[in-house]
Structures are given as C-alpha cells and as structure tokens.
C-alpha cells in the first residue's frame, strides 16, 4: 500500500506542476494576444479559468495531506513542512488574494488596470513559489 501512496504522491505533485506551468504561465499572458479578446473578456475568461484551478489544486492539497497521514513511505519532516508551504502557498492566492482581485474588476476599478496592479505582481510571485515549491516536493518524493 505504500508504495501505491506514494506513487500517488509524485503523480499529484507533477500533474499539479505541469497544470501550474500550462495556466499560470502560458494560458494566462497568451489570451490576451487572441484576435478579438479584449481585456475585459481576458480577465473574465482568467477569473473562470483560475476559480477552477485553484479548485482543482485544493483537492491535490487535500491528496497530499491524506497521503502524508496514510502511511506514505519516508515522509520526512522536510517533506511535510513543503506540503505545509504549498498549501500556505495555495491559500493565501487562491483564498486571499484572488478574491481581493475580483472584488476589484466586480467594482470597476479596473479591467483595463487589472494587469499590472500589486494584488497581480503578487499572485505571480506566488505562482512562481508554488513551482519551486513543487518541484523541489517531486524530486523529494522521487528520491525516496
């Protein structure tokens, strides 16, 4: 059964990587070239597309934890404490900060503006934590 778990480990951990770096860092900056997408319909095509994302990455959290707790082999301290930063990682983007964000776009106060705000810089930054995060977690998990 342990190493079932973690197998289950290291494919949540790189599906969630690959579905970071696909989202965050292509999808996203590439809408925007699309013939006809203005930026309106861009941020409300990114607030669709990022609400399911960081759906989709609760339940990978949520896997990990699970997975921690269940008997997974070698579970380290140094491991657990990644998970910890990446749900700290997770909740503060997707629970803080992009709900801040769409309150804004919601008032007006920016559609056109919404790509450069600090709110912004800071997701980014995050996301970009987020992989590092992860990769540093699926080579661990590898290496057990």
Known sequence: MSGLIGGVQVAVVFVWLGMVLAISFLEAPLKFRAPGITVPLGVGIGRLVFRALNTVEGAFAVVLIVCAFAGAPAVTAATLWLVVALCADLFVGALLLRPLMDRRVKAGRGAAGLSRNSLH???????GVKVILLLVLGVAYLGR
């Not at 810089?121 to 996301?127: A, G, H, Q, V």
């Open 121 to 127: 810089i800071w997701y980014i930054l995050l996301e």
